[in-house]
C-alpha cells in the first residue's frame, strides 16, 4: 500500500512550505504542489496533491457533499486533459477488506468501452488487476498489457492506502496527478506515472490501514468506510465522465 501523503504534511508545515487549505463547517480541503524545492525533503514526486478531511459520521450522513467536493477537484486535474477513452484501475484485494477499495469502487462506474454505438459519450473501461498472489502475474505487468491494446487517453487508479497518523484512519481523500506503485510491497513493480505509458495518471486514495513499526492495523467499521468511499469516489468518476 502507499503511503498517505497527509503523514508529511506536518514536515511541509514545520519548513514553511506553504499548503493551501480550506475550512468548511465540518470538513477541510488542501492542496500542497511539490515542486523541485520540496519532492526530495517529503520523498514524492512532483505535482498537484488535494486531501478532503472529515470524520466518520460526516462521511456518513453527508457523503453528497464530498462526492461534490471530490467531482470539483477532478475536474481542475481533468481540465487540460483528453477524457475520451479513460481507462479506470481498481488496485488492491478484493478479498481484504481494506485492501478492497479499488474493486469496489469499479463495480460503481458505468463501463461503456464496449458501446461503438454511442460515440457521443466517453468509452470508459474498468480493469481490476488484482494481487500477485492471486494471478502470479504483477499488477504492473497486468497494466501494461491492458493499456498496450486500449492504447486509453488517461488513467485513473483507486487504492487503498496507510498512514502512519490515526488523525487520517477512515477520514480522508487523497488525489494527484503523479501516479503510484501497484503492489508496492512487489520490489519488481514499476511506478505507473505520465512517464510510464505517456499519458496522464490520477491517483485517488483513502487511507484505510494504520501502519506502526511495520505492523498494519485497521478498523471494526472499515467495512462501511470502504462501502461508503467507494460509493463517493464511484459517483464522482460517473458524474465526470457522463
Known sequence: MKKAFMDVSKVLKDNRFKIDEKNHRDY?????????????????IRGDYYTISFDYVFM???SKILK????????????????????????GNSSVLCDSLGVMTTNEVMATNHF?????????????PEVVEKT?????????????????????????????????????????NTGII????????????????????????VPLVLQIDKEMYTTPNVGEVVR???SIIGEALNELFF
Open 116 to 128: 461503438t454505438d454511442f460515440l457521443n459519450i466517453p468509452r470508459v473501461a474498468l480493469f481490476n
Open 182 to 205: 501497484p503492489g508496492s510491497a512487489i520490489k519488481d513493480n514499476k511506478k505507473i506515472d505520465r512517464n510510464t505509458f505517456g499519458i496522464p495518471v490520477i491517483a485517488i486514495g
Open 28 to 44: 477541510q480541503v488542501s492542496h500542497f504542489c511539490v515542486d523541485y524545492r520540496s519532492e526530495k525533503l517529503v520523498k514524492r
Open 60 to 62: 456518513h450522513q453527508k
Open 68 to 91: 461534490r467536493e471530490l467531482v470539483r477537484i477532478l475536474r481542475v486535474l481533468f481540465k487540460d486533459l483528453k477524457t475520451t477513452d479513460p481507462l479506470i484501475i481498481g488496485l
Open 228 to 230: 461508503i468511499s467507494s
Open 136 to 176: 502470479g502475474i504483477s499488477s504492473y505487468s497486468l497494466i501494461e498489457m491492458v493499456v498496450k491494446k486500449l492504447k486509453p487517453s488517461v488513467i485513473i487508479m483507486i487504492d487503498s492506502l496507510a498512514t502512519n497518523n490515526k488523525k487520517y484512519l477512515n477520514s480522508c481523500i487523497e488525489i494527484n
